[in-house]
């Protein structure tokens, strides 16, 4: 069966430092696959995406995200955290058969002062 | 208009009591989506409309559910006899040209729903 796995509910950074959010993905063939981040009270917005080409895409607010076809991973990344990130993160993937997008669980991410 | 327009934002009904959501999608975008989010929870698939393809309504969680596209533009979402576990944020995303791409779907603010 399709699924996405973000495997940690919340990630806690400290305010600078570099942060990482987990997602992998069982699909067939050669997805697409998107971040979108939604803040307290808001819908979600959409972060960056991977079609094909360059394996690290870049997106907004300075978030970027490897492509890794291997390990089936599109980890998101940001190099300094702020505490404006703070916010529920969701990874997308869509089979290019369909029109569903697969949703992971979401992960909280908090940033300390 | 710039985005996907939703309202009401926030609704309270009794339960027991219809309600209409209404999602106004980026114009020209033929795909709409509708979800479901319970509070600070995952997204739940409700229903999917495409152009004037027979929607796909798989995701609706009973026959007190229902959704309408009219003119390929503007959508209701429909839940009659509300119970309280219909309380959540109802989230309408829209996407162009189709159905089979890397097209990114944007969302709307939501409708905030709580059934008392």
Redesign the interface.
């Known amino acids: 069966a399709q699924s996405v796995a973000q495997p940690e509910d919340q990630v806690n950074v400290a305010e600078g430092n570099p942060l990482t959010v987990k997602c992998t993905y069982s699909v067939s063939g050669n997805p697409?696959l998107?971040w979108?981040v939604q803040y307290p009270?808001?819908?979600?917005?959409?972060l960056l995406?991977y079609?094909?080409g360059d394996n690290l895409v870049k997106g907004s607010y300075g978030f970027e995200a490897e492509f890794n076809k291997s390990q089936t991973s599109f980890h998101l990344k940001k190099p300094s955290a702020l505490v404006s990130d703070s916010a529920?993160y969701?990874c997308a993937v869509?089979d290019?058969?369909?029109?569903?997008?697969i949703?992971?669980?979401?992960t909280?991410l908090i940033i300390k002062p | 208009g710039a985005g996907v327009s939703q309202s009401p934002s926030n609704k309270v009904t009794e339960k027991g009591k219809d309600v209409e959501l209404r999602c106004d999608p980026i114009s020209g975008h033929t795909a709409l989506y509708w979800y479901r989010q319970s509070l600070g929870q995952g997204l739940e698939f409700l229903i999917y409309f495409q152009g004037n393809s027979a929607p796909d309504k798989s995701g609706l969680p009973s026959d007190r559910f229902s959704a309408e596209r009219t003119g390929g533009s503007v959508s209701t979402l429909t839940i009659q006899r509300t119970q309280q576990e219909d309380s959540a944020v109802y989230l309408c995303a829209s996407s162009s040209p189709g159905p089979r791409s890397g097209n990114t779907i944007y969302f709307g603010e939501g409708s905030w729903l709580t059934v008392v």
């Not at chain 1, 009270?41 to 959409?46: A, E, K, T």
Request: glycine share 12%; charged share 20%; no cysteine.
């Open positions: 697409y998107f979108y009270n808001r819908g979600l917005q959409f995406k079609i094909t529920l969701f869509r290019k058969s369909n029109y569903q997008l949703w992971g669980a979401g909280k």
